[in-house]
């Protein structure tokens, strides 16, 4: 079974995450889609009282994370606060 851990910052470019982290761990990017793909990790944000999901996504040929969409056209993934 897959571990739920809480993504509750990040670190960023001005165009995309480079680590995630929450309380006890942090992770690059492509560690955590590494871990997503092969099942041993699910990630997770809670925004607004809603638990949503963390997945992994492609454009162009390049593997992100983004988080699933609670609204139209908002990835509440990339709004989290920077790592500490």
Known sequence: MAQR????????????IVNV???GWKMAQSEAI????????????????KTIDVEVAQKDGILYLKSQKYSIGK????SLPECH
Request: charged share 20%; proline share 0%.
């Open 21 to 23: 982290g929450g309380d």
């Open 34 to 49: 590494i871990k997503i793909l092969s099942g041993s990790i699910k990630l997770y944000i809670i925004k607004y009282g």
């Open 75 to 78: 990835d509440y993934l990339l």
């Open 5 to 16: 851990l809480q993504v509750t910052y990040v670190d960023k470019t001005s165009t995309s």
